[in-house]
């Protein structure tokens, strides 16, 4: 286990990423290539900043990177990738909404790699990961383009199942997704949508 630690915190420092959880996005990305060149991506917990970086790198110089934490973050760019906007703002909040729609049409794609202080507690970290998990859908109900995708963490439990139901309506496909990267003895998987299907609003 410390081997496989070390590779990828080894393999982040030489690629100058602040942290190994970048490979965790970029294994899926190679697999299912959901970072498309020229798109706007909603990164929430970015901090400290490695997942916003390579997506940066994938979508190019046309495309647009919106990174959320509650954590400031702030990290100059790559020339010739995407911008990347830092924004500092707890997910839950309702001016981070605003502040979105202001400044951006939508997204193509929603990520999140966002988990809890865990408390020791296996039931207590995995309700409060779904928890964030049901945030991140809830934004991405607002904010992602037809067809969009999502990628977003949770930590495995009890009702995890329940989460996936929610998520298939939303979605053409939804998978699970269990990075290489991902330290084995952890919980945590990653939900893949993607072509999402906007709710249908009900007028009156």
Known sequence: ?????????????????????VYKLEEAHKKYRFLKK?????????????????TALEIGPKGTVVGVDLQHTEIEGQKGNAEIHWLCYDVYSEELVQVLTKQWPGFHVV???MAPRTTGSQYADHQHSLRLSRRVLELARIFLHPKGSLY??????????????????????????????????????FVLGRGFKPPSRKSG
């Open 111 to 113: 990520l999140s790699d």
């Open 38 to 54: 020229g798109k706007r991506i909603l990164d929430l917990g970015c901090h400290p900043g490695s997942w916003s970086l390579y």
């Open 152 to 189: 977003c963490k949770v930590f495995q439990g009890v009702d995890f199942p329940e989460f996936i139901q929610e998520c298939k309506p939303l979605f053409e496909t939804v998978k699970v997704v269990k990075p290489e990267s991902s330290r084995r003895e952890s919980r945590e998987v």
């Open 1 to 21: 286990m410390r081997k496989e630690k070390d590779f990828y915190f080894n393999k982040a420092k030489k690629d100058n990423y602040p942290a190994r959880s």
